[in-house]
């Protein structure tokens, strides 16, 4: 794998890049952990990633969900404090004005935080799903986190049906929404621009958006302090946090 050396930031935006920017009018965008970094969310994978000090079989897994509940929601719980005390940081805010300011700007995240929801992104795909949303194992009813009854004594909530709740998330060994998937293939096959932003690309099938993009003639950008499997054969990496270079390009939006 092709990883060159990802100086901390360091990042040009030359003509090229300038003019590119300011002339993309079909954007798409994707985003992972690394954009709420700055927010104070921890992402999943690095030396203080989440999945350093807690497994994912046992929290995100069906399988770890019917074997112990009480932990999963606990888990879930705690993010939803982390991330309830969070605010959208200039990454966030700097990729929802842009959505204002072009004909065309699709967002896709991995992330389920709903940050991007509360820094004014309306077209938005949650490829992940959402945080603040929970699911019946029975009847597939969606509840908002906000209506959860817990009810009987496993302290567990549960839907008016009387089946399960469980957190609105994609779990590992489980397929991505199936319309969610469709409007991001479809809006990486369409843009102009292709922005990565915060994503260490590798959990698939979403890391393959960039590469769709790119495939179909789209200007493919990344944006992570870090070196990933994109930083090989995108047309341009910056090396920088979300919420210094987000706001730089957008500085160039409709000028
Ligand atoms: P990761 O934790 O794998 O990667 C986060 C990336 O963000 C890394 O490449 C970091 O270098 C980068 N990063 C850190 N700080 C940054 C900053 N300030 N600005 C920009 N980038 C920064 O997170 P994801 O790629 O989102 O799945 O992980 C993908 C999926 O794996 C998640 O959606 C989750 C996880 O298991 C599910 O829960 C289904």
């Not at 970094?37 to 999945?51: M, N, V, Y």
């Not at 950008?221 to 995108?234: D, F, M, Y």
Request: charged residues 25%; hydrophobic residues 40%; aromatic residues 8%.
């Amino acid at each position: 794998m092709d990883m060159p050396d990802s100086p901390a930031s360091s990042w040009v935006i030359d003509d090229r890049l300038k003019r590119l920017v300011r002339e993309a009018q079909r954007v798409s965008v994707l985003t992972g952990a690394g954009i709420s970094a700055e927010s104070g969310i921890p992402t999943f994978r690095g030396d203080e990633g989440l999945w350093k000090q807690f497994r994912p079989e046992e929290l995100a897994s069906m399988d770890g969900f019917l074997a112990n509940p009480r932990i999963v929601w606990e888990w879930y719980r705690f993010r939803r404090d982390v991330i309830g005390g969070a605010q959208p940081n200039d990454g966030h805010l700097a990729l929802a004005r842009w959505e204002s300011l072009i004909p065309e700007f699709t967002l896709i995240t991995q992330n389920v935080d709903g940050l991007h929801t509360r820094a004014g992104n309306r077209n938005l795909i949650e490829l992940h799903g959402n945080l603040w949303r929970d699911r019946c194992l029975e009847c597939g009813r969606t509840v908002e986190a906000s209506e959860e009854v817990i009810s009987g004594q496993a302290e567990l909530p549960e839907c008016n049906c009387g089946g399960r709740l469980r957190p609105d998330v994609v779990w590992f060994g489980e397929m991505l929404p199936e319309d969610e998937w469709r409007r991001a293939d479809e809006a990486a096959s369409l843009c102009d621009l292709f922005l990565a932003v915060g994503t260490s690309a590798v959990v698939h099938p979403a890391a393959g958006l960039p590469r769709l993009a790119k495939t179909r003639g789209a200007v493919l950008v990344e944006i992570n302090p870090e070196a990933t499997p994109l930083s090989g054969w995108a047309d341009y990496t910056l090396f920088g946090p979300a919420g210094q270079v987000l706001p730089e390009l957008l500085e160039l939006v409709g000028t």
